[in-house]
């Protein structure tokens, strides 16, 4: 059974830094996206970052590029998601997701981990 395991989430000062990470089991996430998505309250869910598993490729939003940085580790099968000048607008639940490269949807999603910012 596929899962993954958000971490790392809590309450920050706006400036300041976080990283989430992303612990996935129950099968071999080669050449799959991983991605990180956000939900903040009253608002639909959004696209952050995502990296390919094989390659290392990178994408993100531009409301983060420059501030955050996604990256894997092969050997603890785990993704990170580091968050740098937090601002209270990123304040959400974040979400890890695993995406097949053929399929259009992510189809593997984790429980969330809360992300909060203060002014």
């Known amino acids: 059974q596929v899962q993954l395991v958000e971490s790392g989430g809590g309450l920050v000062q706006a400036g300041g830094s976080l990283r989430l990470s992303c612990a996935a089991s129950g099968r071999t996430f080669s050449n799959y996206n991983m991605g990180w998505f956000r939900q903040a309250p009253g608002k639909e869910r959004e696209f952050v970052a995502a990296?390919?598993?094989?390659?290392?490729?990178?994408y993100y939003a531009d409301s983060v590029k420059g501030r955050f940085t996604i990256s894997r580790d092969n050997a603890k099968i785990t993704v990170y998601l580091q968050m740098n000048s937090l601002k209270p607008e990123d304040t959400a639940v974040y979400y890890c997701a695993a995406k097949h490269p053929m399929n259009n949807r992510y189809d593997y999603w984790g429980q969330g981990t809360q992300v909060t910012v203060s002014s």
């Open positions: 990296i390919n598993w094989s390659s290392g490729s990178t």
